[in-house]
T-cell receptor, first 114, second 112 residues
């Protein structure tokens, strides 16, 4: 298995632009998580899905952030409009609900907003 | 102004020695506790988990101890190797849909 796939790996954009981060979970996993990691705040859970349904989005910082999971093999995290304080590494992770608590993380997308 | 970031606690260990990484938690509702390892430039990687009804669990070269009385969790790594150098996160989950809350992490430096 290729593991969790995220794209792009690096994104540099200007303030005000729309940013879309993509994630392909491991085949067969039914839970998907979006995290943000910064030096200031550490690793924060933004939102998680179970069977493509958003279960808890209380970690989404504000309305500029939105996430979708149209099917079991694809999810997006969108920021519109982006701001410099959104600069961070964004991780997607997937797991098999009902099993252990082993979440498989992707390599992350490093976002820089100038 | 001056930027402030998280100051990760750092543990320096000689290669071959045992490492003990500690974690305190506050949420008594956590039913599962998990340890993750994050190497530089990579995503976190699951190491081991333990359910709240257990006080010890062993894996390959790692042991997790849970003391619910004092809300303390530790990860012991036997015969620490250079490849163990990373940031280690403890995390907790109340169960159900597996929402996991991560701690700030501890940086382990292995001295060759």
């Amino acid at each position: 298995d290729a593991g969790v796939i995220q794209s792009p790996r690096h994104e540099v954009t200007e303030m005000g632009q729309e940013v879309t981060l993509r994630c392909k979970p491991i085949s067969g996993h039914n839970s998907l998580f979006w995290y943000r990691q910064t030096m200031m705040r550490g690793l924060e859970l933004l939102i998680y899905f179970n069977n493509n349904v958003p279960i808890d989005d209380s970690g989404m910082p504000e309305d500029r952030f939105s996430a979708k999971m149209p099917n079991a093999s694809f999810s997006t995290l969108k920021i519109q409009p982006s701001e410099p304080r959104d600069s961070a590494v964004y991780f997607c992770a997937s797991s098999l609900a009902g099993g252990s608590y082993e979440q498989y993380f992707g390599p992350g997308t490093r976002l820089t907003v100038t | 102004g001056e930027s402030v970031g998280l100051h990760l606690p750092t543990l320096s260990v000689q290669e071959g020695d045992n490492s003990i990484i500690n974690c305190a938690y506050s949420n008594s509702a956590s039913d599962y506790f998990i340890w993750y390892k994050q190497e530089s430039g990579k995503g976190p990687q699951f190491i081991i988990d333990i359910r709240s009804n257990m006080d010890k669990r062993q894996g390959q070269r790692v042991t997790v101890l849970l003391n619910k009385t004092v809300k303390h969790l530790s990860l012991q790594i036997a015969a620490t190797q250079p490849g163990d150098s990373a940031v280690y996160f403890c995390a907790g989950s109340p169960g159900g849909y597996q929402k996991v809350t991560f701690g700030i992490g501890t940086k382990l430096q292995v001295i060759p």
